[in-house]
């Protein structure tokens, strides 16, 4: 079992930064891949990043490579999201997700954040 609660969301101008975390409860938390996902208004929740277990492995949907940065401690427990040159179409609901070992896109993730959200306007 892993509890996951998300912080950080917010309101940013186009082109500013957030950083989003999500703080992990559950012994298992070192051996599980983590990954964040976003549902904005109307549309289905879609994949962003995630990583594997160690972090050696990372993975971005296309959007978003070269701007957002996933990474994660595992003395701590969280995983983080650091989100670069925000633009409108990032608005969202953000959710952090724990799943198989591997951290792949399409793997199944079981457990969800209750999501934060992250709001870019001027």
């Known amino acids: 079992q892993v509890h996951l609660v998300e912080s950080g969301g917010g309101l940013v101008q186009p082109g500013g930064s957030l950083r989003l975390s999500c703080a992990a409860s559950?012994?298992?938390?070192?051996?599980?891949?983590m990954g964040w996902f976003r549902q904005a208004p109307g549309k289905e929740r879609e994949f962003v990043a995630s990583l594997n277990w160690d972090g050696s492995s990372t993975y971005y949907t296309k959007s978003v490579k070269g701007r957002f940065g996933i990474s994660r401690d595992n003395v701590k427990n969280t995983v983080s999201l650091q989100m670069n040159s925000l633009r409108p179409e990032d608005t969202a609901v953000y959710y952090c997700?724990?799943?198989?070992?591997?951290?792949?896109?399409?793997?199944?993730?079981?457990?969800w954040g209750q999501g934060t959200q992250v709001t870019v306007s001027s």
């Open positions: 997700a724990a799943g198989p070992s591997l951290g792949r896109p399409d793997d199944r993730y079981d457990y």
């Open positions: 559950g012994r298992t938390f070192g051996t599980v891949g």
